[in-house]
């Protein structure tokens, strides 16, 4: 069954074609892996899937239900996006607020109103929160400010939140691009454990190649807004990858420890620390 589905997508940004009639199927429980250098596409076709960017041309459609088409939102696209799980390169946590309240953000389609606005959660809630930081290692740091931990432990807890959120389908976009070797390590692991063990989808995308490789048993290469290549990893050699990255192909090569500094501005939203309610 096809998770995701994509046809005929076409995007401009002004003369540049950043995506180029691509039409893609993901099918449920797959990790795939989008590779491709600077400007080939990647982040904008994992935007345009969740619908965060709309498309001048062509669909989309997830569990069969239509999130864009012909550059428009579907109706009910909040829902939508309850199912599906994005993790951000620039982890999109609260600076000032405890990793736990950030994780609990996940939760805010199916809480009511006063409650997401005042951040009081219940204790099954907060119990829940908690498993999942468990889950990727946090559990410790689950009351200590974003603004304390690490990139890699930021990332590990926007996973975390994912997990609250109760996601079938988790889009990561170059989710290690500013992290050192050791924590990308970690951070894939997680990612392919929670394909394997949970049964989530997830679609990646990753400056490294040799990461795509080792986790992701498909790779879809992109090359100027085009799928040059959709195929399986181990196929993917190093002659293929010269052409697929041409004069770009000294990317391949670049270590994770010169990628960027992680991302550290805060992002305001209104939520305060947590406050167990009655159940």
């Known amino acids: 069954m096809s998770v995701i589905r994509i046809h005929r997508l076409s995007k401009q940004f002004g003369a540049r074609q950043a995506l180029d009639d691509i039409s893609l199927e993901i099918k449920s ?4 892996a989008l590779i491709g250098a600077s400007g080939s596409g990647k982040s904008t076709l994992l935007r345009h899937v969740s619908a965060l960017t709309l498309a001048e041309g062509g669909s989309v459609t997830l569990d069969g239900i239509p999130v864009q088409q012909a550059g428009r939102a579907a109706r009910g696209i909040r829902e939508l996006r309850s199912r599906t799980g994005f993790v951000f390169q620039q982890f999109n946590l609260v600076a000032r607020l405890p990793l736990i309240t950030n994780v609990l953000t996940g939760l805010l389609h199916r809480v009511p109103l006063w409650r997401s606005l005042t951040g009081r959660f219940t204790r099954e809630e907060i119990r829940i929160g908690m498993e999942a930081l468990n889950r990727v ?3 410790e740091y689950a009351w200590q ?3 304390t931990l690490s990139g890699g432990q930021q990332q590990r807890g926007a996973i975390a939140r994912t997990l609250v959120q109760g996601a079938r389908t988790i889009l ?3 989710p290690i691009a500013s992290l050192d070797p050791e924590s990308s390590r970690r951070v894939m692991d997680i990612l392919a454990t929670i394909n394997r063990e949970d049964g989530c989808t997830v679609v990646v995308s990753l400056h490294q190649v040799e990461f795509a490789r080792l986790y992701c048993p498909r790779i879809v290469a992109l090359r100027q807004g085009k799928v040059v290549y959709d195929g399986p990893s181990a196929a993917l050699t190093n002659n293929l990858l010269a052409d697929i990255y041409g004069a770009e192909v000294h990317e391949l090569f670049a270590s994770p420890e010169s990628a960027a500094a992680a991302h550290e501005a805060a992002v ?3 939520f305060p620390f947590p406050q167990p309610v009655a159940a």
């Open 29 to 32: 429980g797959e990790m795939v």
């Open 137 to 139: 290692g946090m559990l």
């Open 145 to 147: 400010r974003a603004s």
């Open 172 to 174: 990561a976009d170059e």
């Open 268 to 270: 305001v939203m209104p």
